[in-house]
């Protein structure tokens, strides 16, 4: 990609993230973004279809992260032991932009992004922990991806809401505990 474009979307995404902790996702509107990022009108809409596409898309590089960080963690080991090997990696994210998450993760005023979000760990937990997997009544596996999703969920917000003092590797390391025997149980891993 060129570097000015990537230039472009990175001061975009910048902007959006910064907007979405001061004003809120639902009180800002494209042309608070153009102005945050000193781009103009014609260059947002050469890149993006609206707000909420750069919204995702943004949220689309986490999921490339995320998945990564997967990749690495399972490398040299059987699937089957890091089938989600990507939380960690998510609950770092969550760590290092704090600010953005307590201002849209279980807040009415984040509605548009946690359902965003949702969406991206749906898709990387069938991608990832189900992966190939056939279910005989078609709902096992998707109840269990709602399950981890809603655990991956609140415990951001459990943990940000009341400003737990557990690090990341903790939190991870309780998810996974929890979690890993929950799918186990059900016959989903």
């Given at each position: 990609m060129d570097k000015r474009v990537r230039k472009t979307q990175q001061a975009l995404q910048s902007a959006l993230?910064?907007?979405?902790?001061?004003?809120?996702?639902?009180?800002?509107?494209?042309?608070?973004?153009?102005?945050?990022?000193?781009?103009?009108r014609a260059t947002f809409y050469l890149h993006y279809r609206s707000k909420e596409d750069l919204l995702r898309r943004s949220l689309?590089?986490?999921r490339e992260h995320l998945l990564e960080e997967w990749q690495l963690v399972s490398k040299?080991?059987?699937?089957?032991?890091?089938?989600?090997?990507?939380?960690?990696?998510?609950?770092?994210?969550?760590?290092s932009h704090?600010?953005?998450y307590r201002?849209?993760?279980?807040?009415?005023?984040?509605?548009?992004v946690d359902r965003h979000m949702r969406r991206v760990l749906v898709d990387l937990v069938k991608e990832i922990a189900f992966?190939?997997?056939?279910?005989?009544?078609?709902?096992?596996?998707?109840?269990?991806?709602?399950?981890?999703?809603?655990?991956?969920?609140?415990?951001?917000?459990?943990?940000?809401?009341?400003?737990?003092?557990?690090?990341?590797?903790?939190?991870d390391s309780a998810f996974l505990r929890m979690t890993v025997s929950a799918l186990q149980a059900s016959g989903q891993l």
């Open positions: 993230l910064e907007l979405i902790v001061e004003r809120g996702y639902e009180k800002l509107s494209v042309q608070h973004i153009l102005d945050r990022a000193n781009v103009g689309d590089l986490l040299g080991k059987a699937q089957s032991k890091a089938p989600l090997g990507f939380s960690l990696a998510f609950f770092r994210h969550v760590d704090r600010r953005l201002a849209v993760v279980g807040r009415e005023s984040g509605i548009i992966q190939g997997q056939r279910d005989r009544n078609g709902i096992g596996i998707e109840i269990a991806t709602q399950y981890v999703v809603g655990a991956l969920m609140s415990l951001v917000i459990w943990w940000l809401g009341r400003n737990i003092k557990l690090s990341p590797e903790e939190i």
